[in-house]
């Protein structure tokens, strides 16, 4: 089996490289305001699109963070901005918060989810740069980093016209190369290509408890609930599949690609699910 993709290296650019994890001590709380939510197993409670959160402190500090599960925000537990929500507060907006400056609220708002998705399409690019498998691309991977951190990088007015579909449609096909060439190597995947492609395929609450998944593409797929308990999952592809309490106890995830924070906090593993480099097991397993 080749080696594990290395934990995400930190890409140079030209202005300094974007970090892509959250840093909630330099945000204004954005996702607890800007992002909407409603009552149901996820979230206690209704809450619409530009309101702050009851749990909001003053200081846009939450403050139940260490009992959200307790009490009701498991959907908090495992949304990450991908280091947006700084990027925003401080630099978008130099600084200053929307309770500083109430007429910039609505748009700070605004921006936060086009920067979080831009963050997010920077941190598949950055994975795909750590394949060694995929050196072929790495120029090109690192000119599509650039021009995303550029995009991330403009003012709110360019921020709020970007067209985010068109965008993750240019950069996708050279993600998928990307993958692809990650996933030529895996020996002993399945050899027929209906075996290989999952691709969006609706795998609600399959059994596929010891699975030999290894570079399978499972984008997009619906592995809800799933049961994946001991399956083989390195070098699959990930990206953009929906692992909400997928049961992945002593699953191994070591390698799969595009695989992120956020889903990795959805699923349910155990002490015995092995993870790469860079992410990390989350407190409720």
Known sequence: MPSSPRPLPVVPLDD????????????????????????????AADKAAGQPCGNLQADFRCGIHARLRDRGYSGCTVFDCFGAGQRVSQE?????????????????????????????????LTEALSLPAAEPLHADLRGELKRVDGLAR?????????DLAALRAEVNPLLLRASELARAEVPGRPKSPKKRNRRNADLLGADLKGADLRGVDLRGALLIAADLRGADLRRADLIGADLRDAKVAGADLTGALFLTQPQVNAAKGDAATRLSPG???????
């Open 16 to 43: 300094g490289a974007p970090q892509l994890r959250g840093d909630c001590a330099n945000c204004f709380g954005l996702c607890c305001v800007a992002l909407p939510f409603a009552a149901s197993a996820d979230f």
């Open 92 to 124: 978008t907006f130099g600084g200053r918060s929307w309770r500083e400056d109430p007429g910039s609220a609505g748009r700070m708002f605004a921006v936060f989810p086009v920067v979080q998705r831009l963050h997010e399409l920077l941190w598949y």
């Open 279 to 285: 992410l990390e097991r989350p407190s409720h397993w």
């Open 154 to 162: 403009g003012g709110p007015e360019e921020l709020e016209r970007l």
